[in-house]
């Protein structure tokens, strides 16, 4: 059974950086895409990237896009968010999610996932 665990969310100025990553175990994450979502206070949870399985496509939810950048190292069985820009409003706990189905990845949908991490808590705040 695949395990995943986030790591790399912190405090971070407006305008900052943070690079999250998703490390997995139990499993190959070659039989997975991988999305990233987050949650915020009294938000509903929304996907924000995701990378297919063999890491050929890459979707971006429109409020990170050109911010944030999704990659895969597959020998290190990780996926990673580079988030630059920061702004307030991407204030969340931060999930990795992984699914068989490049398809329910694309479109960011939760109960398609199979399995999930934990989160990682990012806060953008001065």
């Known amino acids: 059974q695949l395990q995943l665990v986030e790591s790399g969310g912190g405090l971070v100025q407006p305008g900052g950086s943070l690079r999250l990553s998703c490390a997995a175990s139990?499993?190959?994450?070659?039989?997975?895409?991988i999305a990233w979502f987050r949650q915020a206070p009294g938000k509903e949870r929304e996907g924000v990237s995701c990378?297919?399985?063999?890491?050929?496509?890459?979707y971006y939810a429109d409020s990170v896009k050109g911010r944030f950048t999704i990659s895969r190292d597959n020998a290190k069985n990780s996926v990673y968010l580079q988030m630059n820009s920061l702004k307030p409003e991407d204030t969340a706990v931060y999930y990795c999610?992984?699914?068989?189905?490049?398809?329910?990845?694309?479109?960011?949908?939760?109960?398609?996932?199979?399995?999930w991490g934990k989160g990682t808590l990012v806060t953008v705040s001065s």
């Open positions: 139990g499993s190959s994450l070659d039989y997975y895409a």
């Open positions: 990378i297919s399985r063999r890491g050929s496509r890459i």
């Open positions: 999610a992984a699914t068989s189905s490049d398809y329910l990845c694309s479109n960011y949908a939760t109960r398609g996932m199979d399995y």
